[in-house]
């Protein structure tokens, strides 16, 4: 039997340097079908120009102008034909053998839709990075962490998450996708630009019964920080707006009427200590998340993509706040938490 086609597609947006670090990486990989895509955001440092001097066999594909993360890969995606699409980001050094555990684990189950490898540092090979680490969870207000990374504390990994499993949310840093599903949810949603974009995306696909999984004998080293610097402004400003929109898309109503306020409160204390930082920059892009999320309440935004709900699959979410259980508990290490508060 042949082997599922994979479509490893990096989107790129001025990372030439990164391009010409990490691509040698990519082209190394050993599964047999496999094609390169680069999908190029309209970039103006000759990154274009580099790919088709320096690799002639690697499909690149153009957009007219800078879409984002989320609308570059659509626009890209529509062109690729593959069973699986690895989205990849172009600050990633991967190992030759990375692509075939992932793929084997996906095909051995049906219901799973995405999965990701273990995420390192590239810069401290011994620690998980922030994008991913070993696997995505979420708690019950919609904040984000990781086996391995919870909030700013990353931990050196030492062999104790070396089991695959079922997660809430998988990286797009290195995110593996069937096309099936990528087709059937819409792929991502333009809204969110960029940052929680996979997140939402994750949700979307267990809200359709779907699984998501992190596959723990395949592993990548991610740089980071590559497109916008962890202090900016901007950076806060998506994370904050895109996860009151993440809570507000994919909770049942009921219940979003609920958790939304509670964790607009949460934002509001995060504005308070930018404030005492004076990172005032800071401070006003949560206000101004907060305005964009209230004024798109009362607005029709035909370039959402809506979640689908007909078979919730909780598994992988923290039914307390890690807020309170990291800053007021300590519980600072994934390790930490008692299984028996994940649904």
Same mark, same amino acid.
């Given at each position: ?6 479509? =490893? ?6 990372? &030439? ?8 990486? =990519? ?91 273990? $995420? ?124 009151? =929109? ?13 958790? $939304? ?17 004076? &990172? ?7 206000? &101004? ?10 607005? &029709? ?43």
């Amino acid at each position: 039997m042949s082997l599922p086609k994979v479509a =490893v597609v990096i989107l790129n947006w001025n990372g &030439k340097k990164y391009l010409h670090d990490f691509l040698p990486s =990519v082209m190394a990989s050993t599964y047999p079908n496999m094609e390169v895509v680069v999908g190029d955001n309209a970039s103006t440092d000759g990154s274009v120009e580099f790919l088709k001097e320096n690799y002639p066999t690697i499909s690149i594909l153009t957009n007219d102008q800078n879409y984002g993360f989320t609308g570059g890969y659509n626009r890209i995606l529509n062109r690729v034909e593959a069973d699986y699409y690895v989205l990849l980001n172009s600050d990633i050094e991967v190992v030759p053998g990375w692509i075939e555990p992932v793929v084997k684990l996906m095909e051995s189950d049906d219901l799973i839709a995405a999965a990701a490898p273990k $995420i390192k540092s590239f810069r401290q090979k011994t620690h998980f990075e922030h994008a991913g680490a070993a696997g995505g969870f979420i708690d019950k207000f919609g904040y984000p962490f990781c086996e391995g990374r919870i909030f700013f504390d990353i931990e050196e990994d030492k062999g104790q998450y070396e089991v695959s499993k079922e997660v809430f949310w998988g990286s797009g840093a290195a995110l593996f996708i069937k096309k099936k599903y990528w087709d059937e949810c819409l792929g991502f949603d333009e809204r969110f630009f960029a940052h929680m974009e996979e997140i939402d995306l994750c949700w979307r696909l267990k809200n359709m019964g779907l699984k998501v999984m992190y596959c723990a004998e395949s592993e990548v080293y991610h740089v980071g920080g590559g497109t916008l610097d962890t202090e900016s402004p901007f950076k806060t400003y998506l994370n904050f707006r895109n996860n009151l =929109v993440l809570l507000k898309k994919n909770l049942p109503f009921s219940r979003a009427l609920i958790i $939304i306020p509670i964790r607009m409160c949460f934002d509001l204390m995060a504005l308070l200590r930018f404030i005492s930082e004076k &990172k005032y920059k800071n401070a006003w892009a949560v206000s &101004k998340a907060h305005q964009n999320f209230i004024r798109r309440l009362f607005t &029709k935004n035909i370039t959402s993509v809506k979640s689908r709900h007909r078979n919730y699959n909780l598994k992988g979410m923290y039914n307390r706040s890690i807020v309170l259980d990291f800053f007021i508990r300590k519980k600072t290490h994934f390790i930490d938490l008692d299984p028996k508060d994940f649904l």
